[in-house]
């Protein structure tokens, strides 16, 4: 049959070919994983941001730590200063209640002398001649301790210019200007029965002249002219606070004013309530309920009426006065907004 001619010039043994070997290439071909750098690189920032987290936290934690610390000095300092403010406080009040303690002149200065005994003030009194304070102590000198026994005067504890003294002459000039004289010229009785006894009536309500007071000046010659005050414990409403701890003459316990900064004012003195020396009978049971002449009498005349140096002291202390206020050199606010000027 008719083969294909050799190609001229080849070898026949030449034509065998090798297959291509796949085993060195398989090696030189490793697959790479192009997400491997990101990875790494987004984990080295979290790292990063983590340990950033961590300081801050630290730095935060010990901020913390130095304010708690701080409150905690800032508190011991503030209970510091309270307790120190407490004492002061104290020391202030302490200083009042001495000064109150050496403040005997008698209260009652109604005209121009300066009484310093109860037959001083007896003598002023007897010079308003036909007032009914000026009969029952012409009363009291004729007939003595006899006279409290009798039916008008047996309830009478006295008149107000002679039942309290004061240890300075200037304050008891002061005291009875800031009363008036019809005030310090009233007649303190215990009870409503007493005030009934120095005044009766007619059937048809006009005053008996032969009866209580105006029977009894009428008999001495000093016929009873105006009118008169009487005062009646028994219905007056009693300070109702606490008193002056170990104070011998029952002082009222008020709070010291306070300027509204916490201030004690300048040149305050104390209260005149408090100024006023009593005797010891009239300090308790004085009136049915069993109360003393401080508390009821003299709390309803001068209330918390406050005494300071100067009257400019005194006006700087406007804010913290209530319910009136005297100064030594003269000055008087009679109450809250109620000035009284010019000379005595």
């Known amino acids: 049959m008719f083969q294909s001619p ?30 491997e750098g990101t990875v790494d690189a ?9 340990l950033q987290v961590q300081s801050i936290f630290r730095h935060s934690q010990k901020l913390e730590d130095d304010l708690r610390m701080l409150g905690t000095k800032i508190k011991q300092h503030e209970n510091n200063l309270y307790h120190l403010n407490s004492e002061k406080n104290k020391l202030d009040d302490s200083i009042l209640h001495l000064q109150e303690s050496s403040s005997k002149a008698t209260i009652g200065d109604m005209d121009n002398p300066n009484p310093t005994n109860d037959e001083e003030v007896n003598k002023q009194i007897l010079q308003h001649e036909k007032s009914a304070a000026g009969i029952l102590c012409q009363l009291k000198i004729r007939h003595g301790a006899q006279a409290s026994h009798l039916t008008l005067t047996k309830d009478v504890v006295g008149i107000v210019a002679t039942l309290g003294k004061v240890e300075d002459d200037n304050l008891s000039r002061l005291f009875s200007e800031y009363l008036g004289v019809e005030t310090m010229l009233a007649i303190v009785c215990k009870t409503y029965e007493g005030v009934k006894a120095l005044e009766m009536y007619d059937m048809e309500g006009c005053i008996n002249k032969s009866c209580g007071l105006h029977g009894l000046g009428a008999s001495i010659g000093r016929a009873l002219d105006g009118r008169f005050l009487v005062i ?8 109702a606070g606490n008193y002056v701890v170990n104070d011998a003459q029952r002082k009222l316990d008020f709070l010291i004013p306070r300027l509204p900064n916490g201030e004690l004012p300048s040149g305050f003195l104390g209260f005149a309530v408090n100024m006023i020396n009593l005797d010891s009978s009239n300090l308790f049971c004085v009136t049915p309920s069993g109360y003393g002449l401080r508390e009821t009498l003299f709390y309803n005349l001068f209330s918390r009426l406050q005494v300071y140096k100067t009257r ?27 000035f009284s000027l010019g000379n005595r």
């Open 312 to 338: 400019a002291e005194m006006i700087q202390a406007l804010p913290c006065i209530s319910e009136g206020a005297l100064s030594l050199d003269g000055g008087m606010v009679r109450s809250c907004g109620v």
């Open 42 to 50: 987004k984990e080295s920032v979290q790292n990063g941001e983590m």
């Open 232 to 239: 009646c414990l028994e219905y007056l409403r009693p300070y």
């Open 6 to 35: 050799t190609p001229t010039g080849i070898n026949k043994h030449s034509l065998h070919t090798n297959p291509l070997s796949i085993q060195g290439a398989s090696s030189a071909l490793v697959p790479v994983d192009l997400n």
